[in-house]
């Protein structure tokens, strides 16, 4: 099976008998009561049901819905269950500021606002009510003043699925938001499920999931990357299924050991969160064949970690870079043998190569345009037939991003001679005399002791490191011989993980820590492709 009408992929997978078990970390936010265990034939019932309550609500054809909620997989339940009805789900982040959550939702002017009483209460706090830009409110734990609560719209059945052409909006994500406002994307059918999501629901050797695997995923499920994994991974229909929705070691441990993974997906951010798991004797990642990363590389210490944890013969981490505009645009393949031992030059900037068949790459000058030679650094651009519709409320910037037929991607970096791809800094982070990204994968590996380093590039001056470490605390004399041989650096601002300011996938906000720590914004780069 392929999927394709995501209003109706429940349903036709369990009418196809699929026995993929479901279990949770917690219960969701959509089913407070409905427990942590899951057939697929009750997920295709509680989307049948989360669409009444949305239809009740106010939900119809051709409406936007927007879902802000705590992190869960009930995010793409909800946005099925919107697809059902006609209308246009928009997921989006809870992570986001209430400031920023008010901008997206002026652009969007949603019919439907589905959220929680807590949301609501931490966006009225800040003068942002979400009420003002949205139609109706449905908060999923009860009432609250301007919203309504599932017992208020909860008996309705559900219309009839309703189709829609496979080129008009099917559902609405934003971007990681790094650099700023995030970016509100649009994709289709066809973009998002017909190009990306029936690629990837094919049994590929090795790579590909199996009917006796246990799948372990710990993402940002108002992402668009999950949306996509929802419509591969049902189709291919692993025998179970582990959704955590926090990053938080001490409840996905027992999860995890009562139910081994042999595939695990993740975040960048939350594989160094469980990275203590790694260490214990009867780790819960000793199964695991296959690791699976996207949003942001992975630093040499973390890959090394889980996959010395793997008790299997020869497990592999795919790597995979690529934008909420266009899906992945390369993979890279890690195994024990190729990465290269602790304290050599790091090596986890190579992106791998551009997808066989779907993708090309072309690096040009940044000021010009035109494009260099292999091996020369230069903007990335990139061609994919599931590039996004558009941006909504920012047809200028979206245009501003196209190159003829080619993407602006924003990221600096190197494609070889042998096809291969480097990526070097974000246009907007670069520095003007080393690779921050490649700099900070150096430093990690020198320092086991930080769980992440980030250089934060300023006009005129030399980059700022902040080291973040369990602690708060560093050695001196530990700084002074990680940074021997490397161009200068300021003094290292040492922070623990809470003190960063992140996005929902768990990457650092420049920008916003830039300002934090300096009171400044401004950076080397133009910030002309953000």
């Known amino acids: 099976m392929k999927p394709h009408d995501m209003g109706v992929l429940f349903d ?33 019932a509680l989307v049948e049901d989360a669409a009444g309550l949305l239809a009740a609500a106010g939900a119809g054809r051709g409406d936007r819905v927007a879902i802000v909620k705590d992190n869960h997989w009930d995010y793409d339940l909800l946005a099925c269950a919107a697809v059902r009805l006609g209308a246009v789900p928009a997921q989006l982040s809870a992570h986001l500021p209430p400031a920023t959550l008010a901008v997206l939702l002026h652009r969007l002017r949603p019919a439907l606002l589905v959220t929680t009483r807590a949301l609501l209460e931490r966006c009225r706090r800040a003068d942002r009510d979400p009420a003002r830009t949205t139609g109706a409110v449905l908060a999923l734990d009860g009432p609250a003043p301007g919203a309504l609560g599932p017992d208020d719209v909860r008996g309705r059945p559900a219309p009839g699925p309703r189709r829609r052409h496979d080129d008009a909006p099917l559902v609405i994500n934003h971007t990681s938001g790094t650099t700023g406002v995030p970016k509100l994307v649009v994709h289709s059918t066809r973009t998002i499920i017909g190009k990306l999501a029936r690629f990837e629901a094919v049994r590929y050797p090795r790579v590909g999931l199996r009917r006796d695997d246990v799948l372990a995923n710990a993402s940002s499920f108002a992402h668009g990357r999950t949306f996509c994994w929802t419509a591969s991974v049902l189709c291919l229909a692993p025998r179970a299924l582990t959704v955590l929705s926090r990053p938080d070691p001490h409840s996905a441990d027992p999860l995890l050991r009562a139910h081994p993974p042999t595939v695990v997906e993740a975040l960048p951010a939350t594989y160094v969160r469980l990275r203590p798991l790694t260490r214990r004797l009867d780790n819960a990642f000793r199964d695991v064949r296959l690791f699976v990363s996207t949003y942001d590389a992975v630093h040499p210490p973390t890959l090394r970690a889980y996959l010395r944890a793997s008790a299997h013969r020869a497990p592999v981490w795919m790597q995979g870079w690529g934008q909420t505009e266009t899906g992945p645009l390369t993979f890279r393949f890690h195994t024990r043998r190729s990465l290269r031992p602790p304290g050599a030059d790091a090596d986890a900037r190579g992106l791998g190569r551009p997808v066989p068949g779907r993708t090309r790459l072309r690096v040009v000058d940044p000021d010009t345009l035109r494009p260099l030679p292999r091996g020369r650094p230069g903007l990335l651009l990139a061609r994919t037939p599931a590039r996004a519709l558009g941006y909504v409320g920012e047809d200028d910037r979206w245009e501003a991003k196209r190159v003829g037929r080619w993407w602006s991607t924003g990221d600096l970096g190197v494609h070889h001679r042998d096809g291969s791809v480097e990526l070097l800094d974000r246009e907007v982070d670069r520095a003007q005399r080393l690779s921050c990204l490649r700099t900070e994968d150096l430093l990690e590996d020198r320092l086991p002791e930080a769980l992440e380093v980030v250089l934060l590039a300023r006009p005129g001056e030399a980059p700022l490191p902040v080291v973040v470490t369990e602690d708060g605390a560093l050695d001196a004399g530990r700084w002074r011989g990680a940074v021997a041989g490397l161009p200068p650096l300021q003094p290292p601002m040492v922070l623990t993980w809470p003190q960063l300011p992140r996005t929902g996938t768990g990457k650092v906000r420049r920008t916003a820590l830039l300002r934090q720590l300096t009171g400044r914004t401004d950076t080397c780069g133009s910030g002309r492709w953000t």
């Open 12 to 44: 036709q997978c369990a009418e196809r008998g699929t026995a993929t078990r479901v279990r949770l970390d917690r219960p969701f936010d959509l089913a407070p009561d409905g427990g942590t265990d899951y057939t697929v034939d009750a997920l295709a």
